[in-house]
């Protein structure tokens, strides 16, 4: 069975700070997709990144990056010199690609910067 | 603006009661999928349907049912509600229901059981 691990429920960092979202997930499938959604307050869950498990290339998109390590089953998240408008919820999420393909969800981590 | 349109945004109403909740998806989407956000649950797949017929299903409660019509909007009904389905539910589509399809949410339904 798939499983999402956030263990960070909240973190709170001042702007200007990098931060980093930790992401563990555990599946028996070779093949498989991982995400990273945000959820800013006003509660649309928005789409950020995918991720196959046949790419281990870390991405980078402006102030965000990512960083898949499948010999650690983690798909981290980073963002570099923290803004107020980062301030959301960051749900991860993986579905299988053998299994079931309907994604699973971590507990998401709730980010506060602070001006 | 993910282009899905969830209805009404937010429901107010009285244990034991039946309430719908209404999602159209984005245009060109066929899958459609239903999630319940608690607090203490976190993000719960219920159910998912894809071109009008059920393909999946999550921890959905028997007092829940949902469709999916042939113009592909999708209603959610929660019947003899208590107090603990008091939560955001949020509808979600994708082109296909393949693994690889990032989903794309909609404002979700503030549902407040009293």
């Known amino acids: 069975a798939q499983k999402v691990t956030q263990a960070q429920t909240e973190i709170s960092v001042v702007e200007k700070e990098d931060v980093t979202l930790d992401c563990v997930y555990e599946?028996?499938?070779?093949?498989?997709?991982l995400f990273w959604y945000k959820q800013p307050p006003s509660g649309e869950l928005v789409f950020l990144i995918r991720?196959?498990?046949?790419?281990?290339q870390n991405e980078i998109s402006g102030r965000y990056s990512w960083n898949f390590q499948k010999s650690t089953s983690s798909f981290n998240f980073t963002i570099t010199a923290s803004q107020v408008v980062d301030s959301a919820v960051y749900f991860c999420?993986?579905?299988?690609?053998?299994?079931?393909?309907?994604?699973?969800f971590g507990r998401g981590t709730s980010l506060i910067v602070h001006p | 603006d993910s282009g899905v349109t969830q209805t009404p945004k937010h429901l107010i109403t009285a244990t034991g009661q039946r309430v719908t909740l209404r999602c159209s998806p984005r245009?060109?989407?066929?899958?459609v999928y239903w999630y319940q956000q608690s607090l203490d649950q976190g993000l719960q797949f219920l159910i998912q349907?894809?071109?009008?017929?059920?393909?999946a299903k999550g921890n959905i409660l028997e007092r829940f049912s949902a469709q999916q019509f042939p113009d592909l909007h999708s209603e959610l009904n929660l019947s003899s509600l208590e107090l603990g389905d008091s939560a955001l539910y949020f509808c979600a589509s994708s082109p296909h229901d393949r693994s690889d399809s990032p989903l794309h949410f909609g404002n979700g339904t503030r549902l407040t059981v009293t």
């Open positions: 245009s060109g989407d066929l899958s």
């Open positions: 991720r196959n498990s046949f790419d281990e």
């Open positions: 599946t028996r499938d070779t093949t498989y997709y």
């Open positions: 999420a993986l579905s299988e690609g053998g299994g079931s393909y309907i994604p699973t």
């Open positions: 349907y894809y071109n009008g017929e059920e393909r």
